[in-house]
T-cell receptor, first 115, second 113 residues
Framework: KAGVTQTPRYLIKTRGQQVTLSCSPI?????VSWYQQTPGQGLQFLFE???????NKGNFPGRFSGRQFSNSRSEMNVSTLELGDSALYLC??????????????FGPGTRLTVL | GENVEQHPSTLSVQEGDSAVIKCTYS??????FPWYKQELGKRPQLIID?????GEKKDQRIAVTLNKTAKHFSLHITETQPEDSAVYFC????????????FGIGTKLQVIP
């Protein structure tokens, strides 16, 4: 099976702009989670989607949003970019997370730089 | 919510020695504890995991132990090799109809040849 893919791999934006990141999960996986990774903060949970519904959300401002499509692909949007949003954004997919805690498989990430 | 503490933040060992990374969690309902390895510039990859009904699990040179009473779990790497150099993350999550995984801050392991 193909692994989790993310596009684009690299992005450079300026403050105030908005950005959309995309994640395609492993075929058959219905849960997609998003994480922000920075050197000092590790992996911070943003949100999780399952069957086009956001099931859980981390402690990030409303500028961070996402959605999931019927084919389980997910997008994440960040509006009004700030310098502190520069990070590696990782998505991870798992089967369902309903019958128990499932193993997550990560994508390669999108490196976002805000100037 | 769940809080996962991981230490040490950096660890240097001589090739062939053992390495131990420890994590504690706060939510007694957590029942799944994966460990991920992230090499420089690459995605985190699962290396081993353990569920709360098991106290220890081994996979070749890697082992994980879980103490539910004390709410801590550890990663043990024996006979370390230079390719073991990476950042290791522990994590905790629980079943219940949603998937939220809380990660530790990470441990940068350096294996010195």
């Amino acid at each position: 099976k193909a692994g989790v893919t993310q596009t684009p791999r690299y992005l450079i934006k300026t403050r105030g702009q908005q950005v959309t990141l995309s994640c395609s999960p492993i075929s058959g996986h219905r849960s997609v989670s998003w994480y922000q990774q920075t050197p000092g903060q590790g992996l911070q949970f943003l949100f999780e989607y399952f069957s086009e519904t956001q099931r859980n959300k981390g402690n990030f401002p409303g500028r961070f949003s996402g959605r999931q499509f019927s084919n389980s692909r997910s997008e994440m949007n960040v509006s009004t970019l700030e310098l502190g949003d520069s990070a590696l954004y990782l998505c991870a997919s798992s089967l369902s997370g309903t019958s128990g805690a499932d193993t997550q498989y990560f994508g390669p990430g999108t490196r976002l730089t805000v100037l | 919510g769940e809080n996962v503490e991981q230490h040490p933040s950096t660890l240097s060992v001589q090739e062939g020695d053992s390495a131990v990374i420890k994590c504690t969690y706060s939510d007694s309902a957590s029942n799944y504890f994966p460990w991920y390895k992230q090499e420089l510039g690459k995605r985190p990859q699962l290396i081993i995991d353990i569920r709360s009904n098991v106290g220890e699990k081994k996979d070749q040179r890697i082992a994980v132990t879980l103490n539910k009473t004390a709410k801590h779990f550890s990663l043990h790497i024996t006979e370390t090799q230079p390719e073991d150099s990476a950042v290791y993350f522990c994590a905790a999550s629980k079943s219940g109809g949603y998937q939220k995984v809380t990660f530790g801050i990470g441990t940068k392991l350096q294996v010195i040849p």
